[in-house]
């Protein structure tokens, strides 16, 4: 039996903190957060001898001190996204999880989504031919809620730049990084793109910010991120295909013939006399599995509760978002310089 200890029931976290209280070699030992009720408020009760797993939820700015005592406590460790809200913070954490025997990972939501292992099967089978633009839209309107709320004296950690490290960017662009990086097999060599405040008066951070990347490979990557406005959208061009994903529609268009994958289908169609060289569009509705759905194999949290039991590392490692972070640090410094940045 794992003994886990979460720590941050709030937000996000209530969506999937089910998984630990359904399977069956699991168990949810102890809830800690000062905001709710019911839970502890000491961090000290993570650390106890009986707690095998924490799994940490909270705001960027604890994730240091908090993962740190947890991975030197001995315990495996499941960190949220982003790793940290500053790169001394994340690469502290790097450190500690290197030096660990444990299995210490990161929470990556969107690798759920049996979709987007169809995209890097994709990619890696050559269906889309040779990646040439990725492209990504991630908004919603919660920053002119938080605004709001802190213009009535109720301020929110995400509104405070030295509690999250940024804005809309830092929050929302680390899903897509690092699934293009992951996908395409390239690495991001150079940053540039805007980030300004709108709309949401009560925020320190960006609302919305516009960035594009150029790969390794001499691809490019565009995304687009805000909380005053709504949207999703991810899209993969390549020189034989497309893929877009966008209101749980998928379409699809290839001259590389069929694809049979997790949830992905395309049956090979013909090649459209008007349209270009890409194939007859096909599309299809795909839509996410549930945080909290225990049958779905690619859980990433029934993952990481898979390597703990099998003594094997997180499906993600924290040095692959401590990665994702000095990518979106370039693009802030590209955004008050003005001038593109290099990516180590």
Not at 12 to 19: K, L, N, P, S, T
């Amino acid at each position: 039996m794992i003994n886990v200890s979460f720590v941050g029931c709030g937000g996000m976290a209530a969506h999937y903190i089910d998984v630990y209280r359904t399977l069956d070699y699991a168990r949810l030992a102890n809830r800690i957060d000062p905001a709710v009720e019911g839970a502890s408020k000491d961090f000290a009760d993570a650390l106890g001898p009986e707690i095998d797993a924490v799994v940490i939820s909270t705001p960027n700015h604890l994730h240091r001190a908090q993962a740190v005592a947890a991975i030197e406590a001995g315990k495996h460790v499941l960190l949220q996204k982003p790793v940290a809200n500053t790169m001394a913070d994340a690469e502290a954490i790097e450190a500690a999880a290197a030096r660990s025997d444990r299995t210490i990972g990161l929470y990556m939501s969107y690798f759920d989504q049996p979709l987007i292992h169809d995209l890097r099967d994709m990619i890696a089978g050559g269906w889309l031919g040779d990646v040439v633009h990725c492209y990504a839209r991630l908004m919603h309107k919660g920053g002119m809620m938080w605004s709001r709320e802190a213009l009535q004296g109720n301020a929110n950690w995400r509104g405070r730049v030295a509690e999250t490290g940024g804005g809309c960017f830092i929050q929302l662009a680390v899903h897509y990084l690092h699934i293009f990086e992951w996908a395409t097999g390239a690495r991001v060599a150079r940053a540039t793109g805007f980030t300004r405040r709108l709309h949401c008066p009560g925020l320190e951070g960006e609302d919305l910010a516009a960035a594009v990347f150029q790969l390794d490979s001499g691809a490019m990557i565009t995304i687009d991120t805000a909380w005053c406005a709504n949207g999703e959208e991810l899209a993969v061009h390549g020189t034989l295909g497309r893929f877009t994903y966008r209101d749980n529609k998928l379409a699809l268009a290839s001259t590389a013939g069929r694809f049979a994958g997790r949830v992905a289908r395309y049956d090979g169609g013909q090649v459209p006399a008007f349209g270009g060289p890409q194939g007859e569009e096909q599309q299809m509705e795909v839509r996410p599995p549930a945080f909290a759905d225990v049958t779905n194999p690619l859980n990433q949290h029934r993952q990481f509760l898979e390597a703990v039991r099998d003594g094997r590392p997180a499906p993600v490692s924290i040095a692959s978002g401590v990665r994702d972070l000095r990518i979106v640090m370039a693009l802030y410094e590209a955004a008050r310089t003005g001038r593109a940045v290099e990516v180590a």
